[in-house]
């Protein structure tokens, strides 16, 4: 089945910094790509995603890449700000979605 | 629309005993799904479902069962609680399997001792 390593476990940033997030992935038939953030003690919600025929997408402070011949890709999150502060999720899949094990980014104003 | 809605929001049970968490979806979704998150491990994935009397295994099915009988409700059955099961499960619906965005539940929070 799929495997979806992320890194890195933790990202502390200064308010206004870039931040980014890398997750690999092993299955070649992947073809989805989403991003989920959780905030403490809530659930997970969509923040961006990306799809197998296409490289790049963004979404204001947001953007994802996607190099499927090295089965990566990644979160770019631009001009931080504390709300951002949050527990982030990479997945991948193309029957069902596999998980990687999360960023927890700190914004520190 | 209420989304996805999980019952008990907390729930301790012993060793041994058996429950259900309870999952419905008011956005006529096809596509169900049971996730269990452990501290470090993300979300992984128990059972599926993709419409009413379809069900399949995800990842870590072992220790639970599930039903679909209507559209809207997705129950997870733990059948005999183990320590190991203490966790926090999320359901979640979308319009498709995979390319399309999971909407998930608030969560269930699971101890068993």
């Known amino acids: 089945g799929e495997n979806v390593e992320q890194h890195p476990s933790t990202l502390s940033v200064q308010e206004g910094d870039s931040a980014v997030i890398k997750c690999t992935y092993s299955?070649?038939?992947?073809?989805?790509f989403p991003w989920y953030k959780q905030e403490l003690g809530k659930r997970p919600q969509l923040i961006i995603d990306i799809r197998s025929n296409v490289g790049e997408k963004k979404d204001q402070r947001i953007a994802v890449t996607l190099n499927k011949t090295a089965k990566h890709f990644s979160l770019h999150i631009t001009e931080t700000q504390p709300e951002d502060s949050a527990v982030y999720f990479c997945a991948g899949g193309y029957s069902t979605l596999t998980f990687g094990k999360g960023t927890m980014l700190l914004v520190s104003p | 629309n209420a989304g996805v809605t999980q019952t008990p929001k907390f729930q301790v049970l012993k060793t041994g005993q058996s429950m259900t968490l309870q999952c419905a979806q008011d956005?006529?979704?096809?596509?169900m799904s049971w996730y269990r998150q452990d501290p470090g491990m993300g979300l992984r994935l128990i059972h599926y479902s993709v419409g009413a009397g379809i069900t399949d295994q995800g990842e870590v099915p072992n220790g639970y069962n599930v039903s679909r009988s209507t559209t809207e409700d997705f129950p997870l059955r733990l059948l005999s609680a183990a320590p190991s099961q203490t966790s926090v499960y999320f359901c979640a619906s979308s319009s498709g399997l995979v390319s399309y965005e999971q909407y998930f539940g608030p969560g269930t929070r699971l101890t068993v001792t």
């Open positions: 299955d070649s038939a992947s073809n989805y």
């Open positions: 956005m006529n979704h096809e596509y």
